[in-house]
């Protein structure tokens, strides 16, 4: 639930019983699509927010913690990727990051709104400077669909940059959904989910992640933690799946020599969020 009161956006997280707000300057502009209610808002010290059906998706200020962590340990932790599937990311950030990688010879990125896609050309430009890469495919249609009917080992890497798993991103955390992942991979090959609050949903979402993910025939599961001060908790995280692949361990040395500037990831940082703190083991085993 989400209330706009003295120029403040607050965005309520009942079942944590907690919120978070932000002061708006106004509200820009928004659409009810026939999958959601898109908003966009210009906020005093986040730059621009969107939120979909009351809930914040991104801003300006700090998207590119999400949109690093979701790109790079996946693309990382693959031998060397060529083909990248997006399933969701309308707001093309972490297909921005995924262009990055000079081996990358294609990116799908699947969105089922194309409204989200709009809105951040004209918002969040930068976001959105690699859609007319030549290697870059937007296409705007139903990713559960997308995946069953995928043809097998297509992909080296799958991305999937959803929303909470309610509404159109419930099937999109499914055990279902993962085998038909499983399936559009090659051998080796890296999928990633986001996968919400560490705090909030370490024996809940995330457990129930990696079982999902272990079910459908992953070998290697791994969640890395990740600061998201927009979102529930101040604290995200990814789960990434390898196919006979080990996803606890990267190329190390290729991402401390990587040919491109990055804000959040580093090889680094990479290496210690594959430490889960005492309370996640606990959760997870």
Known sequence: ????????????????GTAFGLRLKRKLEEARTPYQHIEMWDTETFGYLMTIDGAT??????????????????????????????????????LREVLRHGGVASAIQIDIDEQVTRYSE?????LCESNDDPRAELRFEDGVKFMQECDAERFDVIIVDSTDPVGPAEGLFKAEFFRHCHRALADGGVLVQQSESPLLHSDTIIRDLHHNMREAGFSHTRTLPFPQPVYPSGWWSCTLAGKNRDVGAFREGDAAGKDFATRYYSADIHRGALVLPPFMQDALS
């Open 1 to 16: 639930m989400a209330t706009q009161d003295d120029n403040w956006f607050i965005e309520h997280f009942d079942s944590a």
């Open 122 to 126: 004209k918002y969040f430009p930068e």
């Open 57 to 94: 998706m991104l801003t300006t200020r700090d998207n590119f913690l999400y949109h690093e962590m979701m790109a790079h340990p996946a693309l990382f932790s693959h031998a060397g990727a060529r083909n990248v599937l997006i399933i969701g990311g309308g707001d093309c950030g972490t």
